[in-house]
């Protein structure tokens, strides 16, 4: 699903360089759920947003679901953030303007859906995450578990083969991150790629495997999954993902 | 896209009401003053016979006496003499030559509740009609029987037909002016040309004469311009020598206009004038150095300052006054647009490519622009009614007219300077690194 050969990014100002990520090696299986961690300032975002073609990468090879991503201009790689990977953020990242509806219909807008379409799969992806009867509430009307549960439904919408998510129980406290990190599994569980960056030892635990980073190196990495991963094609509730060109 | 685009941009308007007063209040305010003064100047500037302007040529001769010019620097008179009139009306070759004076006769309405009134009477030669091309509602002017004869007809104009007439087909009918009945020709339908081109020298703008007659009763009449009247000469007052040496002066009083046929024929007629003077000369008239003009229409009005040098400067304060504006907006909206900094990497996390963002704050900035264009229309109104207001019962009355091409004109230049305004936010807004924005929230 997600491979980087001797990956490096180096931040330059000029007075000084900085190595982000060097000689980083990385190999995420279809349907794998890997937690990724590491302390602050080793590289677990920059690593993330390389991965989710939010920022580009100084050297080294990246294939993403096969696609080899170096070089793509910057339409492609909308294209492709839009129809592979669903993003979940610490922070919910939703828009206060927008009812739950119209949040989940972000995404959805890119991909060029008609409008019943794109109300089907709305329908779906706040149904999954449990808030069908508040699609006309505000975000700032939900609580913080509630608002990640729109994001995460925002990022199932376009039924992604990758989700990426940062801290993404960072927000909230125990008993929601706890229904969060269900929720996650639930989505693994049904054939959905998921790369997780988290702090806490007990959440990155329940991931199938661990990458530790350190100083932009994947210095701890269980190549063998403690457990096994579903069927990659398993069907998702939402949609079918979609089948690579 | 282009409909989710304008939700987008409503709902984001809607957000911050102040914000996006302020911003259409900037637009529109901006407008507002540029259009005012813009139509101002356009009307001023317009010439109603641009369509055939190299070909219809004002006629002035140097008549001026030697010690000094009429005007400085070397200007002639932009008005002529009774003698050279005659003269050029009887020589040299042009399709039309229109001669002509204003002068107030009163006017008795055949109905007896209507009392009798002063009226502005143009004195013309026949050509007068084709050359200035006023729109003939019934029957026709007159020829050169008419001319010669100092026959008693009269052109009525638009609103003289319906107060007099009742608006209608007057023609055959008797229309008596000054004391004498005149058979009515013809009828115009409405004519307020703007300048008005054909009797610049007494204000290019306000009302057009109401009734046209035969050039030759006016002299006939003994009568002057009611306009201006200017001589050179102490021996030229016609009071030492009567009407007839009134006349035989180098009083300067009448309009010339001529048509020609085609640009052979205007260099024809400047050479012919070149020729009158130089034998006029011989007579001891003309003691200048030659020194006649055939203009056209543009050359006319742009050498006898039709659009005053006041009314430009006025037009650039406005527009330089729209651009503080634009300016204030472009501030205003880099501040609405890069406060959207997490919306903007949200957006492009979830797949929006960089010129689909472009495009939804475009729109905001267009949305913008519009509803400024819109209030800037009304403010133009208003000025404009101000204007006619304070003007009221003047020529510059008739500069305050909005020319409703100018309304597309006005929205035409919002939606411009809007696009321009919201041209560098927008582009700020696009380079948001999505990356940092997202883990910052």
New interface residues.
């Given amino acids: 699903m997600l491979k980087m050969k001797n990956l490096s990014k180096v931040y330059r100002t000029h007075m000084i360089e900085t190595h982000a990520l060097r000689g980083f090696d990385i190999h995420v299986r279809e349907g794998e759920f890997v937690a990724v961690s590491g302390p602050s300032g080793s590289g677990k975002?920059t690593f993330l947003?390389i991965a989710?073609l939010?920022?580009d990468f100084s050297a080294g090879d990246f294939h993403l679901d096969g696609i080899d991503v170096r070089g793509m201009d910057?339409?492609a790689r909308?294209?492709l953030?839009?129809?592979k990977i669903g993003?979940i953020?610490?922070?919910?990242?939703l828009?206060p303007?927008?009812n739950l509806f119209d949040n989940v219909d972000?995404?959805l807008?890119?991909?060029k859906f008609d409008a019943a379409e794109r109300k089907r799969r709305i329908d779906a992806a706040l149904g999954r995450v449990g808030l069908s009867s508040r699609m006309k509430h505000y975000p700032s009307e939900l609580s913080g578990g509630q608002q990640q549960r729109v994001a995460i439904a925002?990022a199932l919408a376009?039924s992604p083969r990758l989700l990426l998510a940062?801290e993404p129980t960072g927000n909230l406290d125990s008993l929601m991150a706890r229904g969060v990190m269900e929720l996650l599994e639930e989505i693994h569980s049904q054939g959905t790629t998921i790369i997780m960056v988290s702090h806490d030892p007990e959440l990155a635990a329940r991931a199938q495997r661990n990458v530790h980073i350190v100083d932009g190196q994947v210095t701890d990495f269980d190549e063998e999954p403690r457990f096994d991963a579903p069927a990659a094609n398993t069907p998702s509730p939402v949609a079918a993902p979609p089948q690579i060109a | 896209?282009f409909r989710?685009n304008l939700w987008l941009a409503a709902?984001?308007l809607?957000?911050n009401p102040v914000l996006t007063a302020l911003m259409i209040a900037a637009i529109g305010l901006g407008i507002g003053m540029s259009m005012t003064s813009f139509t101002v100047l356009s009307t001023m500037s317009g010439n109603p016979l641009a369509h055939k302007n190299e070909l219809v040529r004002r006629v002035q001769l140097d008549n001026w006496g030697a010690e000094q010019p009429f005007r400085e620097p070397n200007e002639p008179p932009e008005l002529m003499s009774y003698r050279d009139v005659t003269n050029l009306l009887e020589k040299g070759e042009a399709q039309y030559k229109a001669a002509s004076f204003p002068n107030v006769l009163p006017l008795e309405p055949a109905q007896r509740e209507l009392t009798p009134y002063m009226i502005q009477v143009l004195f013309a030669t026949g050509d007068f009609f084709p050359v200035f091309e006023p729109p003939m509602r019934y029957g026709q002017g007159w020829g050169k029987a008419e001319d010669r004869d100092a026959t008693r007809v009269v052109v009525v104009g638009h609103e003289t037909n319906e107060k007099v007439f009742g608006g209608e087909n007057s023609v055959g009918r008797k229309l008596r002016i000054g004391g004498e009945d005149y058979a009515v020709v013809g009828v115009l339908g409405p004519w307020n040309p703007q300048p008005k081109v054909h009797h610049v020298s007494n204000g290019a703008f306000g009302g057009v004469e109401e009734v046209f007659v035969p050039f030759a009763i006016g002299i006939e009449k003994e009568l002057q311009s009611s306009s201006n009247n200017s001589c050179w000469s102490e021996g030229d007052d016609d009071d030492a020598t009567g009407y007839r040496g009134w006349l035989e002066s180098d009083c300067v009083w009448l309009d010339l206009t001529v048509q020609l046929k085609d640009q052979e024929q205007v260099a024809a007629y400047r050479r012919f004038l070149d020729d009158y003077v130089r034998e006029e000369k011989k007579a001891g008239r003309f003691p200048r150095e030659l020194n006649n003009r055939l203009y056209s229409v543009s050359e006319w009005l742009s050498a006898q300052k039709v659009v005053s040098r006041d009314a430009r400067t006025q037009v650039w304060l406005a527009f330089a006054f729209l651009l503080v504006c634009l300016l204030n907006t472009v501030g205003l909206l880099l501040a609405k647009f890069l406060g959207k900094s997490?919306?903007i990497?949200?957006?492009?996390?979830?797949?929006?490519?960089?010129?689909?963002l472009f495009a939804q704050f475009l729109t905001e900035s267009a949305v913008v622009g519009v509803v400024g264009g819109v209030l800037g229309l009304a403010l133009s109104l208003l000025g404009l009614l101000a204007l006619r207001t304070l003007y009221a019962g003047t020529s510059q009355e008739e500069l305050a007219h909005m020319d409703w091409n100018l309304v597309l004109v006005t929205m035409g230049v919002a939606l411009v300077a809007s696009l321009l305004a919201g041209l560098y936010p927008t582009w700020r807004a696009c380079q948001v690194?999505?990356?940092t924005q997202?883990?910052t929230?």
């Fill in positions: 975002t947003n989710g939010l920022e910057d339409a909308s294209r953030r839009n129809e993003f953020f610490q922070g919910f990242n828009m303007d927008l972000v995404p807008r890119y991909r925002r376009g940062d | 896209m989710y709902v984001s809607k957000r997490s919306e990497g949200l957006r492009r996390a979830v797949g929006a490519s960089k010129p689909q690194q999505p990356a997202l883990k929230q």
